[in-house]
C-alpha cells in the first residue's frame, strides 16, 4: 500500500509510553490517596477499575478525537493512524487498547470458585502470558513497520506527525516475532502440561491454599517452597512462605491476627510438608493494587513448624 509515512523509531516510541506510565501513575497516586479503604475493600477486583481508567486513556486520546495522541505521543510528537495516514475510530482504538492492556492487567487475576491448577485457570495463564511476551517480542523483533500485537489487530501504525515527500510502500511484517511467540507458547504449553501431572509436593498443598482462600477476608493468596539454605544435603529441609492478602487494615499484627491463625491451622492440618523442622513464613499483606498504582503493608512470622505446634496445641 502506497503511503508518505514516516514510522516511529523504537526509542521514541519507548519513551511516549513511559510518559504515558508515568501520567496514569500519578492519576494512580491521587486516587488511592482518596479511595486507600474502598480499594483495599475490593481486594484482588481493584485492577479492574486500573483497567477501566487505561482503556478510557488510551482509547479516547489514541483515536481521531485527540489527534490519535496520548499525552506521552503528543510530547513525541507522533501519532497512530491506519496505512493511509488517517486518523482512527473509536471502534478501532478501543480494539487496539483492549489488546494491548489485557494481559497485563489480568496476568495472576484468579476467577472465583476456579481451582489453581485446573485447565480453565491454565488455559487463561497460557493465553495471557503468550500474548504479554508477544507484544514485546512484537515491538523488538518487528523492525519494518514496528507494529507490536495490538497495532496487528487493529490495522494500525504509529507514525511522525511530520511526512515524507516521497510516497512509497510500506513493508511487510517480518516474521521472525511470529515464530519467536510461537516458540514461546510451545514452552508455556509444556511447562503447564507438567505442572497439571506433577505430583510435588507443592501441588498436595493446593487443597490447603484452597481452604486458605475461604477465609471472609482473604482476597488471595501465594505458596512456595524452597529448600532451606545451610541444610543438610541427606536430610533436605525447607522453607515454606505463605502470602495471604486481606481486605482491610490489620487491627492486630501480632500472632494472635485471626487471618494469620487461621493459615497457619489449614498449613498444619494439610501435612503436605516434609518436617516439623521446616521453616513456615507466614505473611499478612493489607493494601491495593489497581493495576496503574498500588500500595502495600505487611507483617509476618518466621519459625519452624514445631514451634507453630506449640503455639497451636
Given at each position: ?214 477465609q471472609d477476608h482473604v482476597t488471595n493468596a501465594s505458596v512456595s517452597m524452597n529448600p532451606l539454605i545451610g541444610g543438610n544435603k541427606e536430610n533436605k529441609h525447607y522453607t515454606y512462605t505463605v502470602r495471604i492478602n486481606i481486605d482491610e487494615i490489620p487491627q492486630d499484627q501480632s500472632i494472635s491476627n485471626p487471618e494469620l491463625q487461621e493459615t497457619v491451622k489449614a498449613f498444619i492440618k494439610s501435612s503436605a510438608y516434609e518436617s ?38
Amino acid at each position: 500500500m502506497e503511503n508518505n509515512l514516516i514510522l516511529s523509531k523504537f526509542w521514541t516510541r519507548i519513551w511516549a509510553m513511559l510518559l504515558d506510565s508515568l501520567i496514569l501513575g500519578i492519576f494512580g497516586y491521587i486516587l488511592g490517596l482518596i479511595f486507600n479503604t474502598f480499594f483495599i475493600s475490593l481486594g484482588e477486583n481493584a485492577k479492574i477499575i486500573g483497567w477501566i481508567i487505561s482503556l478510557l486513556y488510551l482509547t479516547l486520546l489514541n483515536s481521531k478525537i485527540n489527534n490519535g495522541q496520548t499525552l506521552g505521543k503528543k510530547i513525541m510528537k507522533i501519532q497512530v493512524v491506519n496505512i493511509h495516514g488517517h486518523l482512527i475510530s473509536l471502534k478501532t482504538s478501543f480494539i487496539r487498547a483492549l489488546v494491548y492492556t489485557t494481559p497485563f492487567f489480568l496476568n495472576g487475576f484468579k476467577i472465583k470458585g476456579i481451582s489453581l491448577f485446573s485447565p480453565v485457570t491454565v488455559i487463561q495463564g497460557m493465553i495471557i502470558f503468550t500474548v504479554g511476551l508477544g507484544i514485546i517480542v512484537f515491538y523488538i523483533f518487528n523492525k519494518t513497520t514496528r507494529q507490536s500485537l495490538h497495532d496487528i489487530a487493529a490495522k494500525t501504525y504509529v507514525v511522525k506527525m511530520q511526512r515524507s515527500e516521497d510516497i512509497s510502500f510500506m513493508p511487510k511484517i517480518e516474521k521472525l516475532p511470529y515464530y519467536i511467540t510461537g516458540g514461546i507458547f510451545l514452552l508455556i504449553v509444556c511447562g503447564s502440561v507438567y505442572s497439571l501431572n506433577s505430583n510435588s509436593t507443592l501441588t498436595k498443598l493446593v487443597p490447603m491454599y484452597e481452604e486458605i482462600l475461604q477465609q471472609d477476608h482473604v482476597t488471595n493468596a501465594s505458596v512456595s517452597m524452597n529448600p532451606l539454605i545451610g541444610g543438610n544435603k541427606e536430610n533436605k529441609h525447607y522453607t515454606y512462605t505463605v502470602r495471604i492478602n486481606i481486605d482491610e487494615i490489620p487491627q492486630d499484627q501480632s500472632i494472635s491476627n485471626p487471618e494469620l491463625q487461621e493459615t497457619v491451622k489449614a498449613f498444619i492440618k494439610s501435612s503436605a510438608y516434609e518436617s516439623d523442622q521446616d521453616i513456615l513464613n507466614v505473611m499478612v499483606v493489607s493494601g491495593y493494587n489497581i493495576g496503574i498504582a498500588s500500595k502495600y503493608q505487611s507483617f509476618n512470622f518466621f519459625k519452624p513448624i514445631s514451634e507453630w505446634k506449640k503455639d497451636f496445641k
